[in-house]
């Protein structure tokens, strides 16, 4: 299994304005994604965080809106950028591991005002 | 378009009843199909996964039925509690590729 943390666990922010949530991973993983999930809803993949080359975004999410680092195999974020009231959401890091188990962080609760 | 369709959207079940979700799907690609709970205020989290070359796979009070030929697959509770009470996600994915969520189910176990 994989242990995760996100930080931060929660936040509101003012439109306009840029968050970067923080993923950590206890062990090294070769894949690792971001997700989005609106209360109530199913799980949206925004982008698999690559280690040394750029992130791979899924259709409908841009680079430019949601950047993504991944320096090492244990860490990544993910900036919410110029933020506007409908990117109130849930923001959850995953990995997956070498025989194929993908484990869910605890999940960065974003409001914006 | 939704590749894996989870059914029903949410249920409710007394104490020690027998919760039953179900999910199909039409790729036939898909050979890895995992269950996740979640609980108010925290990520999802993985309960039990089961691979194609079997039908059934018991975990605990939770057992997934498998039926390959008609492309569906469900989730059973054995002996629900009402620590059971979350959402319940279905996913499936094929080799190495991105995993498919269903759209969720609501789980209310009552004393």
């Known amino acids: 299994s994989a242990v995760i943390s996100q930080k931060p666990s929660r936040d509101i922010c003012q439109r306009g304005t840029s968050l970067t949530i923080q993923c950590q991973v206890d062990s090294q993983v070769t894949m690792m994604f971001w997700y989005r999930q609106q209360p109530g809803q199913s799980l949206t993949l925004i982008a698999t965080?690559?280690?040394?080359?750029?992130?791979?975004?899924e259709s409908g999410f841009v680079i430019d809106k949601f950047p993504i680092s991944r320096p090492n195999l244990t860490f990544s974020t993910l900036t919410v950028s110029n933020m506007s009231p409908e990117d109130s959401s849930i923001y959850l890091c995953?990995?997956?591991?070498?025989?194929?188990?993908?484990?869910f962080g605890p999940g960065t609760r974003l409001t914006v005002t | 378009q939704q590749q894996v369709k989870q059914s029903p959207q949410s249920l409710i079940v007394q104490k020690g009843g027998i919760p039953i979700i179900n999910c199909a799907y039409e790729?036939?690609?898909?050979?890895?199909f995992p269950w996740y709970q979640q609980f108010p205020g925290k990520g999802p989290a993985l309960l039990i996964a089961?691979?194609?070359?079997?039908s059934e796979k018991k975990e605990g009070r939770f057992t997934i039925s498998f039926n390959k030929s008609a492309k569906q697959f469900s989730l059973h509770i054995m002996d629900s509690q009402p620590g059971d009470s979350a959402t319940y996600f279905c996913a499936a994915t094929d080799s190495w590729g991105k995993l498919q969520f269903g759209a969720g189910t609501q789980v209310v176990v009552t004393p």
């Open positions: 790729n036939t690609a898909f050979d890895y």
């Open positions: 089961i691979r194609p070359d079997v």
């Open positions: 965080a690559n280690q040394g080359s750029e992130a791979t975004y």
């Open positions: 995953s990995v997956r591991t070498d025989v194929r188990e993908q484990y």
